[in-house]
């Protein structure tokens, strides 16, 4: 793969996490439930955290990215997508941001799928397993918001 398609690659990636920041942002700001705001304020952050990290990566691409995929228990899979609005309850906000965090390990996963070369499939890898990490994290807090256990 040459510099350019590197920088190219990246440049989507960088993007795509720019626009999860913003819409996770606006949910933050939009919603009514403190314990919404509190998830989507942390998600807000680790996306710009993200941001950073694909920009030092696009700049020094000698740095090592391997992300370690985390289990996939397929929990986004299996719940509906809910709609928007401000007066959602948290396992809703949770089952909205983790099938986002899906839908963005599927679209890196496609486009590993395609890349030609190791070197390409490689990083696109890397970016499915980091949304992956997301979405494994929002899985279990949706379980523990949408099914507490009763002793």
Do not use: C, W
């Not at 793969?1 to 920041?21: G, K, T």
């Not at 819409?23 to 439930?33: G, H, K, L, N």
């Not at 929990?75 to 609005?85: F, G, Q």
């Not at 890349?115 to 696109?124: L, V």
């Amino acid at each position: 793969m040459d510099n350019v398609q590197f920088e190219q690659i990246m440049s989507v990636a960088i993007a795509r996490e720019i626009e999860a920041h913003e819409f996770y942002q606006q949910v933050y700001e939009r919603t009514e439930d403190a314990e919404v705001k509190k998830v989507f304020a942390q998600l807000a952050k680790e996306e710009l955290g993200h941001k950073e990290l694909l920009e030092q990566f696009k700049y020094d691409p000698t740095m090592v990215m391997k992300i370690q995929a985390p289990p996939d228990y397929k929990v986004a899979e299996a719940t509906e997508l809910p709609k928007l609005s401000i007066a959602m309850k948290p396992a809703d906000a949770i089952a909205l941001a983790m099938k986002k965090e899906q839908q963005a390990v599927e679209f890196y996963r496609e486009l590993r799928d395609r890349a030609t070369d190791r070197s390409t499939k490689d990083i696109f890898e890397n970016l499915a397993n980091m949304e992956l990490g997301h979405k494994h994290r929002l899985e279990n807090v949706f379980v523990e918001i949408g099914y507490p256990e009763v002793f």
